[in-house]
């Protein structure tokens, strides 16, 4: 770090990383801390050029070009690289007591020359009476895992590679069996690497989470290890760094990238009383977070997990493949010996062993998916298992919930209508008492309007109790009191609406939602509720009528004329209204029988059944538990794109797998044939087809979409 130039009040720097911003900061106000003045810093990662700035005053300039100047000769025992492969690229500073990671995925090429470095010089140098036993020796795991196999009667990729093996010994061609079973070893090298940097890069969600972030300690900023937080701290995140905790913004004002969470491309401004996520990242500026969720229960943690645990929930095609690969492993024997039959050559028959298809499509497939998961989630859709994915890629139709789905998240109530000698603030007051019970846009809605009044809702009613899909209901002063829809408290509750008509009419409008408010047998008022359409919903239409899907339904609990009213500012065709949740499983049940495959769209609690019920329930970030807990997609952004961004990922990772499969077939029956007709040694085949295996796997691990571009 070095001053590039200096004036009062303003110090331009450079600096390597944004990490050493950090620190410089943190020095710089324990510098000014006797003194009553505020420091700023701006930082650009591209340039790697910063500027502080403060009060101008000559000798504060100097007091912190000295801070800097002084930072320069200790930084390098101040900071340590960041672990990882290289995904961070940023310094970080020591806390005392806290231990660096040593992990992260070895080079491959240098694992792979020592192997090759290896067994070469030891052909050259070691006599040729020991060299037999010591091939024999080296290849043995080989064999024995061969004999396991067909132990446990199993005709596998283990029993193919020994016969390969020991058919080469049993020719006494001692240098070709040691390079096949180098060849073998450098293969199942680069199958682990390439499952270990699927790993890494789930894990890569987390970069930083094992490095020390700063705590308010007694009113001072103190370094800890992540494991050392707890829910209730203030964690301090500047400029360059990630956040480590799911918590509230208590101080300060920063812009923060939430790419890898919500697939924004843009950073977005957070200030007190907004929620941040772990994983995201400060571009500009400081903030002092509440923590809410730490460690494994932040939800990049929960993310991560899902992605990690996806193997149970694999999807049909890679089951199918892996039956067939194995299915075929028996005909490869069969091959061979027709081979040997006809040709009497042992070394032609042995190379058909040397190529078979089970290798490639059993690691392939499933890498495959896995990164598709991950891409996914990157675009902020986590898919909890390969199973969903290969049913959103055959989606052709699609229920979407309108209120919290194509309508904002934060409804409003616009007005309330008090009946039958009830005052508005009798209605508002008793409504927001009972909903603040339950986590629903609506009731925060009702519960943020009597706020807003000024209105204290006391709990003066007994139990309340949530009747599904219709509405609350409690005892008020010993009188019955209930809040729903028209259908619950007209029909079910048998409230009067007599007398009622015009006032509710005056209370309705194009696009309003209704609540109904009776206490004691009585209509005592209504509450007219907008929530307006999202922004992108209508283009998020127009994507799903792009994609083929056949059939997009709109449902709402909402009456007649709110329904329409949204339906017709977004073009849908088919909506129903003051759909409950049994009717809403029977229309899935039904488009399912009729052979769509059906997904479900919706965050309440009265969606949770018909998200269970269609092939793939899909979750808004702030649905209630049970919603989240029910589906298979959980969206962790506001973007309703990124539901079409997971349908685009799963149809390319399919139409990937069957490419790759075509690819796995066609190359190593091209190998076999030039091995049978003796153009190429067993060693070449064995080179050919583990490098086609590795090739296969490595395109499976590439990225799905286009790279998105910044707007």
Known sequence: MTVIRSFPGRIRFAAQSPAAVQYLQQQAEKAL???????????????????????????????????????????????????????????????????????????????????????????????????????????????????????QRKLDVNVLDAAAVGSALAMRDFNTAGTINLLLDISETLEEWTKEKSRSDIAALFCGDKKPVWVMRDDEPVAVSPDELVVGDLVVVRSGARIPVDGIVAEGTALVNQSSMTGEPLAVEKSV????????????????????????????????KILTESDDRKADIHSQAVKMADKIVPFSFILSGIVYAVTRNATQAAAVLLADYSCA????????VRSAMLEAAHNGAVIKGGKYLEHLSKLDAIVLDKTGTLTEARPEVVQVCALNGFSEEFVL???????????????DAVVRKADEEGLVHSEDHAEVEYILAHGIATTLDGQRTVLGSKHFVHEDEHISFEGAEDVIAECSGAGLSLLYFACGGELAG???????VREDAEQFIRNLEGMDVERIIMLTGDGEDTAASVAADLRINEYYAQALPDEKTELITSLRSEGYTVAMVGDGI?????????DVGVSMKHGADIAREACDIMLTGERLDSLTDAMEVSKRVMRRIKRNFMFIVASNTLFIGLGVTGLITPALM???????????????????????KDA
């Open 429 to 443: 007051q008793q409504a927001a008492c009972m909903e603040e019970h339950f986590p629903h846009p609506v009731a």
């Open 33 to 151: 801390d006797t003194i009553k003045t505020d420091v700023a810093v701006e930082y650009n990662p591209r340039t790697k050029r910063g500027l502080l700035l403060f009060e101008k005053n000559r000798e504060l300039t100097d007091l912190l070009v000295g801070v800097i100047d002084g930072m320069a000769h200790t930084l390098s025992s101040t900071f340590v690289e960041s672990d990882a492969d290289g995904a961070c690229g940023e310094l970080v500073p020591v806390a005392e007591g806290v231990a660096q990671s040593e992990e992260h995925v070895e080079n491959p090429v240098w694992v792979i020359s020592k192997k090759v470095i290896n067994h070469y010089m030891t052909r050259m140098f070691m006599p040729a009476t020991i060299r037999p036993y010591w091939t024999a020796f080296n290849v043995a795991p080989l064999i024995w895992e061969g004999l396991k196999s067909l132990g």
């Open 273 to 304: 009383q907004s929620e941040v996520y772990s994983g995201t990242v400060v571009e500009e500026g400081r903030i002092i977070i509440y923590a809410e969720s730490v460690g494994d229960e932040t939800r990049f943690a929960k993310i991560a």
């Open 686 to 708: 064995a080179l050919l087809h583990n490098s086609g295996t590795v090739l296969t796997c490595v395109h499976s691990m590439r990225p799905m979409l286009p790279e998105r």
């Open 526 to 532: 209504v509450l007219a509720i907008k929530d307006p």
């Open 361 to 368: 499509i059993k690691l392939a497939t499933p890498l495959a």
């Open 606 to 614: 009265n969606d949770s059944a018909a998200l269970t019920t269609a």
